[in-house]
């Protein structure tokens, strides 16, 4: 057992078993065609799925903790996100100065954005204030998938930025879900490909 | 005062109105001309059943007898309550929810009225009752199907919803909160609509049938006002529970979505 997010031995459906672990502060990539598996292995480490095997953060078992503690340590960022009030502010029970300086830091009005109606907000909109409800509950990890897929090449940057600055501070594990290679080469150290159910570790070059 | 009594020559000739509804309906090509004529002929053979039934529990007034036709009423109401709903949670528990809370609410709320406000001698005389639970288990019924149906269609359709909230570290229950209120309210709306309008637009049946059976309608009136108390805080108290241990098989001890808890519709 080590420090960071690690997985032994696990299964979920038919898939698994699978076993890799990703260090503090270090991004992996996790490639895949369509429908091989990357988002239910997401949910798997999210604990929204059933599965057997072991899945820790920094030495403590998912188990130890009860599901909705181990989620907000181990937080997965949907690829669709969802909003269930009406306007954005609404889903922030707090206005820390930390979301505020986040949604400024990708590309937000502070001073309006959580007044916003949700219904009148583009997807790649919504997709980068989901990060921000995200991070303002100090998760411990983050579970990304495709964190930036309906997003235009500056949001895309801004995303990359944010994420990585929280990465290196916090010094969190992050896996990243993405079809983009480029974006994998800018953004993570190393990639794992899901294929036939199966995790390898990519090989450089 | 007595009622004058029908013969079942009255009702053959009323039955013709409703034949000749069915002719109608045919000549006009609605297609509802063989389900409207099975339903008659079942209302009256039930009907007709249940009077023989009744006329002969009425003469034995052991509480067994009570307690047997109740649970037989009882389990006919659950079923109805897991076959109306879409998607209703599969296996023994969509069975148990349902009827383990008319059963709860219901036989709760019928036996404080006859042994509490009724006090008819013995309390459980199968005259006061078998009504009384019937109307009790007609209507809780009705709610707790609609508002079981309502929160399980809910987490089906807003399942993205739901464990989105769950992504973010929230419980099961404030995850489906929402839904589940929701669910409660239009499982309520129903009674609460009825009694506003009691008496003004609809003249409820109970209060109709003592009328005509030549009571003071004073009488009847107090009784209308007993029974639809009665409908309101056992449809209530049903519903509450019946939503809230749905909501607890809706997700397991990791507070994850159980969908696969639910029973695919029928394609039909």
Redo the contacts between chains.
Sequence with gaps: MKKGLSISDLCFLDWGPLSFSVNPAECVGLRGASGSGKTLLLRAIADLDEHSGTISLDETPCNSLSGPDWRRRVAMLPAESSWWRDTVGEHFPEELEESRLLVEQLGFDSGKVFDWEISRLSVGERQRLALVRLLQHKPRVLLLDEPTANLDEKSTELVEQVISKYRSNESVPVLWVTHSREQLERVSSRSLILENKKLSEEVAG | MSIIEITYRELLLTGTLVIALAVCTVISKLGVARPLLIAALRMAIQLTLVGMILNFIFTKSGILWVAGISLVMLAVAGREVAVRSKRPLAGWWGYAVGTGSMFVSSFAVAIFALAGMIRADPWYEPQYAIPILGMLLGNTMNGIALSMDRLTDAAWRNR??I?????????GKTAIG?FAKDAVRSGLIPVINAMAVAGIVSLPGMMTGQILAGNDPSIAVKYQILIWLLIAAGCGFGMLLAIRLTVHLLF??????RLDRLKKPDRS
């Design positions: 993205d919803e464990e989105a909230r769950l992504m973010l570290g929230e419980q929402d397991d001890e990791r507070h994850r979505l």
